[in-house]
């Protein structure tokens, strides 16, 4: 006799999923005989019933909302990032006593060496929270646009977009620059120390399936780069010329510039330097040293622009992070500089309505946070930009509760808004506009694009599952699989590290750049960043992020940290270049707003809107540009949401796993606890002690 088990699946089947994720209680999961199934509505109004009576009388607890990997539980600390030997590195640091930033550098080198998938080329985007002076620091280790990386130098290679891949896509390296300087400020151990795991690795470790047949995909590009090819290509001229799933992937030369790090580390030790002076003789030697020369002439010979001088200049910066209070929550993000201020934009828009009331992925609820990304997402794709160049973005209007209340006024809680335009935040702090004229100049210029190519794939997105479309809504739904474009873009391009300790040291980072197919820079085993394509060309699109040698590109990339009364609440973090703050805020309010934990809110289903100006991927205006109502939807939202979205406006797609690969900590103040939330989507991986 078969049985069915009633969780969040079974009930989205039955197309009444709302009031199952506003339950707080954990209740006891209810088995029917499957001959029973007919009954399931009549008990599920019992099932509601009982879990809103328990939901007004208990605090927030666990929902009967199943998940596929278990949540993380620790005592003593947390170490979660996008690879279990990634993880395993960081567990590491903390069984030799190290805190949580020594974990944390310790699993950003694992998976800058194992190209999870990101390189040592790239860039990292942090926040701490230091216990001791209880505040969140923000680190800044994002590269810049290199000497003569300029507007005419692009167009008169015909891009109307910087370039995708290749040398021409990198700015300066900000990983090894980053890591040094969070370890020598705030962490405990040394940098040999730290890159010990990352050593090893290099020195040979076993390449994992979702590496091996990415090089695999992307050997032809490979080719074009000698010392790429050198690296990856282990089998040239076979039919697979990639490393094999299993097999011991060697990095001789990733592992003798490493090498150096640590020499220069150990040398100054030995001068009679301290431990933060020796840390950061080894980023020297990386940035102004013998690794820089390699790493200049490998990427010139291969038709790049960085300089001696590019490297030398450029350096981390520690900042002050933007922060908004949602509910008693202090929620903290990077600066203009990042999205992240969007997920901030958009939380102070959705205080000006009740989202318990409309029900969880509900369609009025769906349509709001939709209405509400595409406004912040407007705004970013204008305003956002380098603040250490002008102009200078006017954030504090835009995180203004005025501003906000003066946009969500505009939503219409009944159709789409296909021409959402950025708003003028300058009246809310005080200033006039000086950009009027050309906003007016935009509006006529970029129009967003109505008419949707079902075959184009974003960088983040599913690719339309138009064959499907003539199909009944049962077998609609019953018939989506994940789709392998999508996929190996998702787990391309980003990861995320999240670390925690006893102490009360907290570490979100979402460190990028160098992914495959990269092009390595000469003979240091250092693949160069593609982060370049994030600027624009033209001030229309953006006047705060045109391209210029010495700035930094708006990225995607964006940590978060929130906070409780002054006490660590949420640590979390994802991959997925323009839907990283989407799933971010979905995340968030999964928690804040129904209850769930970590892990269930990692892997709930979320939505994703494409009405923005990609910030990754293609090289020209259309293939950038907003398509409006194009809306991502999990394949197991109930037919008749799907049927109102339509009747609003929306060009709707299905997608698996939607979330994206979110890793996430949350502190349990009552217990004094961690509980760590891994999604299952990808190979994200977390350990607890």
Known sequence: MSSIIITGAALRKSGKVSSCFNTREKLKEQTLDTKKITGMKRRYTLFTALAGIMTALAPIQVRAQRTEKPPLHGKHWMAITGKPLAATAGAQLFQQGGNAVDAACAMLAATCTM?????????????????????????????????????????????????????????????????????????????????????????????????????????????????????????????????????????????????????????????????????????????????????????KEQGGLITKADLANWKPIEEEPLHVNYKGIDVYKLQEWTQGPAMLQSLQLLKNFDLKAMGYNSAPYIHTLYQVMNLAFADRDFYY??????????????????????????????????????????????????????????????????????????????????????????????????????MDRLLRGTTSVEAADAEGWVVSITPSGGWLPACIAGNTGVGMSQRLQS??????????????????????????????????????????????????????????????????????????????????????????????????????????????????GYSIQFGERNSGPINAIYFDQQHGTLWGGSSNNGEDYGIGW
Not at 125 to 146: C, E, F
Not at 213 to 241: C, D, H, M, Q, T
Not at 459 to 472: A, N
Not at 560 to 566: N, P, T
Request: proline share 8%; aromatic share 10%.
């Open 535 to 648: 600027f624009v060309l033209d001030s229309l699109i953006n006047p705060f992020n045109v391209v210029t040698p010495g700035k930094r590109p708006r990225v995607t990339l964006t940590p978060s940290l929130a906070l409780k009364e002054g006490k660590p609440y949420l640590s979390f973090a994802v991959q997925g270049g323009d839907t990283q703050d989407q799933n971010l805020l979905q995340f968030f309010l999964n928690t804040v707003e129904f209850g769930m934990t970590p892990q269930q809110a990692s892997e709930a289903p979320n939505i994703n809107s494409n009405q923005l100006w990609l910030s990754l991927g293609g090289t020209k205006l259309d293939d950038r540009k907003p398509r409006a109502g194009s809306l991502l939807l999990d394949k197991r939202t109930a037919p008749e949401v799907v049927e109102k979205l339509e009747k609003m």
């Open 115 to 299: 190209w999870d998938v990101l390189s040592w080329g790239g860039e990292t985007q942090a926040l701490i929270y230091h216990p001791k002076l209880k505040k969140v620091i923000a680190i800044n280790a994002l590269g810049v646009a290199p000497t003569g990386a300029t507007v005419d130098f692009f167009r008169s290679k015909g891009y109307e977009f910087p370039p995708e891949y290749g040398p021409l896509a990198a700015v300066t390296p900000g990983t090894p620059g980053g890591l040094c300087y969070m370890l020598a400020q705030y962490g405990t151990k040394s940098l040999a120390e730290v890159l010990a795991p990352a050593l090893e690795m290099a020195s040979g470790y076993p390449i994992d399936a979702q590496t091996a047949n990415s090089i695999e995909r992307g050997k032809a590009r490979i080719k074009e780069w000698p010392y790429s090819k050198k690296v990856f290509l282990v089998r040239e001229g076979r039919e697979r010329e990639a490393p094999e799933a299993g097999e011991i992937f060697v990095q001789q030369d990733l592992h003798r510039t490493l090498t150096k790090l640590v020499e220069a580390e150990k040398k100054a030790l030995a001068a009679g330097k301290d431990r933060k002076m020796a840390i950061m003789a080894a980023y020297d030697r990386f940035y102004k040293g013998d690794i820089a020369d390699e790493f200049v002439r490998g990427s």
């Open 385 to 486: 930009g380098d603040p250490y160049f002008k102009p200078k973005a006017p954030i504090r209007g835009l995180l203004s509760d005025s501003y906000a209340k003066a946009r969500a006024a505009t939503i219409d809680p009944a159709h789409n808004n296909p021409h959402v335009l950025p708003g003028d935040p300058y009246p809310y702090e005080g200033k006039q506009n000086p950009f009027t004229g050309l906003l007016g100049e935009r509006r006529k210029q970029f129009t967003p694009n109505t008419e949707l190519n079902k075959d184009f794939v974003p960088k983040h997105d599913v690719s339309s599952t138009s064959p499907l479309l003539s199909l009944s809504d049962t077998a609609r739904w019953a018939s989506q699989i994940p789709d392998s474009v999508y």
